[in-house]
T-cell receptor, first 111, second 115 residues
Framework: GQQVMQIPQYQHVQEGEDFTTYCNSSTTLSNIQWYKQRPGGHPVFLIQLVKSGEVKKQKRLTFQFGEAKKNSSLHITATQTTDVGTYFC???????????FGGGTRLMVKP | GAVVSQHPSRVICKSGTSVKIECRSLDFQATTMFWYRQFPKQSLMLMATSNEGSKATYEQGVEKDKFLINHASLTLSTLTVTSAHPEDSSFYIC???????????FGDGTRLSIL
């Protein structure tokens, strides 16, 4: 079945440093979504990427969808303590409608 | 934005008890609702997908007789953990969407602790 892998599992950064999490799917995706889950909270939708090679920005967050639509990345510029949380990618395959979540990357930011 | 309410937020009960968790979409019609289970510091594991008025589709390895799902209306889905045991203790979280392939809106989750 479809597998979505995410690295790294954990990342400690100093406030102001950049951060990137990578997502790789075992199969080609029709789209990929990114969610953020704060400690003790529920996942909150951030963005959806659909097109091959697509790049979208939300303030300090930059999302990319690979040309082959099998990988994606989320880059945060100049992290802040409010960026703390776990970032999940979730990919939807071409064959079905199920969303498969990656393992998540837990970001910790030292002030 | 779209709001999904999940209730209760926390349950502590004895082994053998059945527990019902409700998931409501407050400001949109949820044609599809999803139930996930999340272990501490781990990812979301999809348990089942439910569509209004039809039987839920369970993921492999999820016992349908153990985890009963009812999606009786476009705004309500329930998950009942029947005869819960300590190994069923977990964080259960629902999500809803009005259109498949669109973003899912998550409830706040239910932390279930079985003694």
């Amino acid at each position: 079945g479809q597998q979505v892998m995410q690295i790294p599992q954990y990342q400690h950064v100093q406030e102001g440093e950049d951060f990137t999490t990578y997502c790789n799917s075992s199969t080609t995706l029709s789209n990929i979504q990114w969610y953020k889950q704060r400690p003790g909270g529920h996942p909150v939708f951030l963005i959806q990427l659909v097109k091959s090679g697509e790049v979208k920005k939300q303030k300090r967050l930059t999302f990319q969808f690979g040309e082959a639509k099998k990988n994606s990345s989320l880059h945060i510029t100049a992290t802040q303590t409010t960026d703390v949380g776990t970032y999940f990618c979730a990919g939807r395959g071409n064959a079905g409608n199920m969303l498969t979540f990656g393992g998540g990357t837990r970001l910790m930011v030292k002030p | 934005g779209a709001v999904v309410s999940q209730h209760p937020s926390r349950v502590i009960c004895k082994s053998g008890t059945s527990v019902k968790i409700e998931c409501r979409s407050l400001d949109f019609q949820a044609t599809t609702m999803f139930w996930y289970r999340q272990f501490p510091k781990q990812s979301l594991m999809l348990m089942a997908t439910s569509n209004e008025g039809s039987k839920a589709t369970y993921e492999q390895g999820v016992e349908k007789d153990k985890f009963l799902i009812n999606h009786a209306s476009l705004t309500l889905s329930t998950l009942t953990v029947t005869s819960a045991h300590p190994e069923d203790s977990s964080f259960y979280i629902c999500s809803a969407t009005s259109v498949l392939n669109q973003p899912q809106h998550f409830g706040d989750g239910t932390r279930l602790s079985i003694l």
